[in-house]
């Protein structure tokens, strides 16, 4: 197991430039991570002078890009707007590329007032699929989280009950899709995510830690304090001979303390498990 965080507590810092991309990286380096995760917000301008200074920052201090989070809406019910969402999650793939990152996380796309569940599982289907093509021509995984609701977004993921998830990624087992596993997601509509893990296990590449207070409710706690079965999630995988990405979901905005306690947190539960 290969430790990376994504540092939601710290977005809105690195959105308004208060902290900058090269910050969160030494910072993640301090805390003993051997990788780090990045929105594809904290790259409003893509220049090859930019994306270049922080690569080579990340391999000066010796620490890997493991993924970049993505936020494609392929269930827009326009159609225009869903030719350019395809037409920028290419984009973001390029980015992954750049970055030297092997992962880029996706999502179906937002549960839209009146969108048919089949069609918007169609739309999905098929912007993933035309997405696919992109990353395979770059070596870029495509990693699809079982998903809530997206930083940029109005409404929830059109994906989120478990079942339209799996439709979804069954629908692309033809495919290069892999899963990002979400430890907590599924307890917002108090669905059990070991069963989705036991669902989904031989397509895990990405496990994404993450806790909520309690189920039915999306109340971000610090890594271990809610209701997310972390230890048995981690069995399974261990189980299972998971030895990938595991990235902190660290969004209890707590400050610095938040990452200083959820890292020895998910390394210990990783090792009792």
């Keep these: 197991m290969k430790l990376s965080c994504i540092p939601v507590s710290f ?3 690195i959105f308004s430039g208060k902290k900058s991309v090269i ?48 936020y494609p809406d392929f269930t827009h019910p326009d159609v225009d707007q869903r030719a350019q969402e395809i037409a920028q999650m290419k984009a973001d793939v390029q980015l992954t590329a750049a970055l030297g990152a092997k992962y ?10 009146g969108t048919d569940r089949a069609q918007g599982i169609g739309w999905a289907v098929d912007g993933l699929r035309q997405v696919l093509d992109e990353a395979d021509r770059l070596g870029v995984t495509l990693v699809y989280e079982n998903h809530t609701k ?17 439709e979804i990624l069954n629908s692309l087992e033809d495919t290069s899709l892999k899963v990002c596993f979400d430890t907590a997601n599924p307890l917002v509509l108090r669905e059990d995510p070991v069963a989705l893990l036991e669902a989904v296990i031989d397509r895990v590449e990405v496990v994404h830690v993450f806790d909520i207070r309690t189920p039915g409710e999306f109340e971000t706690v610090l890594v271990g304090t809610g209701a997310s079965p972390i230890k048995p999630i981690f069995s399974i995988l261990k189980h299972n001979g998971f030895d990938g990405w595991v990235s902190i979901e660290e969004a209890s905005r707590t400050g610095d303390a938040g990452f200083e306690k959820a890292v020895p947190f998910v390394r210990r539960a990783w090792k009792e498990a």
């Design 150 to 166: 997206g930083a940029p977004w109005q409404y929830w993921d059109f994906s989120q009950p478990c079942e339209i998830f799996l």
């Design 11 to 13: 977005y809105e810092d």
């Design 104 to 113: 880029a996380r996706v999502t179906a796309g937002q549960n839209h007032p």
């Design 23 to 70: 910050d969160w990286i030494h910072f993640a380096a301090g805390l003993g991570l051997e990788g780090v995760d990045f929105s594809v917000k904290f790259f409003p301008t893509r220049d090859k002078d930019t994306l270049n200074s922080i690569t080579e920052e990340g391999q000066k201090i010796g620490i890997e890009f493991c993924a970049l989070a993505c």
